[in-house]
């Protein structure tokens, strides 16, 4: 039995792109191999790949001017990609944190290593923190300065469930985000970005690969020193082929992309994830037992928080222990929060059915029933 996953990530696929992976398992396109047996380089691959960035393209609506690249190393290797390409000092042995100004807003934990890991290479100022309120909203940050690096957000934060309501205005500074929890939950104009980048694992495939989108003129920045795996203009010149890319990562990549153009595509995606969320949130906002930690303009589409009312930190925990032990036991899994964080939390990327999102809200009224009875 398939059971609704509410993981972070890796998270859900869809069921269709998990049964056609399988049909051609051992066979793919009549070629009589596995994808996962194809030479990257071979007639067989080459179309894989490029369907996968031709509906990435489509999807996105990636204009003209902008290379897409399929890469490794997850988010956490474009946190230092980003500065070592767009920042870092052309002296391999200058101190830490002596390149250019890059600017940070520190909306949770994954905005906070992005930054730590950037101070290695670049002068990283904090332009903003939501962290004294426990990042449950987004703060509103200064402009930069014209000769700043790059200014980095995370769009969406996995972790404590917000997400930007507007884009900062950065003038000619590029704009680079982390999309690692929202690319293609909802439109998003590409040209407002320098850099989007993202790990498969939540909306897109499995985890192995990431998808980065940057804009031309910011290929080629990288200081000569920095080792080619880690470079933009490397991986660019190859069509990410410098080295084996994660093929059949790319490839499953492809299917999901199919699977969200044949369900209406990125607009009619955000419609259902909208209902879906709306549903949990008019839910926790009505209920007296379960609330969203979550400042109501900064919500996530995505992922989202909830805990007990229950004040009693004793209490709240063998509440939480027992509604997350529960829900797997109906089939409704991977519902604990983040360890850092703690209460439980539900993501709900675009692979999670309405279906599913229903079926939790009724456990969660069902279990507030049985708890105050
Ligand atoms: C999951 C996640 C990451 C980490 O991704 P990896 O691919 O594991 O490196 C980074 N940023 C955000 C916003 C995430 O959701």
Not at 333 to 350: E, K, T
Not at 358 to 366: E, P, R, T
């Amino acid at each position: 039995m398939r059971v609704y996953n509410f993981s972070p990530g890796p998270s859900a696929l869809p069921l269709p792109v998990l049964e056609r992976a399988a049909a051609e398992m051992t066979d793919a396109n009549g070629t009589g191999q596995s994808v996962m047996e194809m030479s990257h380089r071979s007639g067989d691959f080459r179309p894989i790949i490029e369907k996968a960035e031709a509906l990435l393209r489509e999807l996105m609506e990636i204009p003209g001017g902008y290379r897409v690249l399929f890469l490794q190393g997850g988010a956490s290797l474009q946190f230092a990609m980003v500065p070592l390409n767009l920042a870092a000092n052309a002296q391999p042995d200058a101190q830490p944190g002596a390149g250019k100004r890059a600017l940070y807003v520190e909306t949770g934990i994954w905005a906070k290593k992005a930054a730590a890991e950037a101070a290695k290479y670049a002068e990283v100022v904090t332009a903003a923190s939501s962290k004294d309120r426990a990042y449950t909203y987004i703060p509103s940050a200064p402009a930069p300065a014209p000769d700043d690096a790059y200014y980095h957000i995370t769009l969406n934060n996995t972790i404590v469930g917000t997400k930007w309501a507007g884009l900062p205005e950065t003038g000619g500074v590029p704009l680079v985000a982390d999309i690692s929890s929202c690319i293609l939950s909802e439109p998003l104009d590409v040209s407002k970005f320098g850099i989007l980048y993202a790990g498969a694992q939540k909306n897109l495939g499995p985890a192995g690969t990431t998808v980065v989108i940057i804009r031309e003129d910011l290929i080629g920045r990288a200081p000569e020193w920095v080792p080619a795996m880690l470079r933009y203009d490397v991986h660019a010149a190859e069509g990410s082929m410098y080295n084996t890319p994660p093929c059949y990562g790319i490839y499953i990549i492809g299917l999901v992309l199919q699977w969200l153009k044949d369900s209406g595509g990125v607009s009619a995606a955000a419609r259902r994830n909208r209902e879906k969320a709306d549903l949990l949130y008019s839910y926790l906002d009505h209920s007296s037992f379960f609330r969203s930690p979550v400042e109501k303009p900064f919500r996530s589409l995505m992922n989202i928080p909830f805990v007990p009312v229950e004040e009693d930190p004793e209490k709240r925990g063998a509440l939480e222990k027992r509604f997350v032990a529960e829900a797997a036991g109906e089939g409704l899994v991977n519902l604990a929060g983040h360890r850092l964080v703690g209460g439980m939390r539900a993501s709900i990327y675009n692979a999670m059915p309405l279906e599913g999102v229903g079926a939790l809200a009724a456990f969660m009224k069902k279990f507030e029933e049985k708890a105050r009875s």
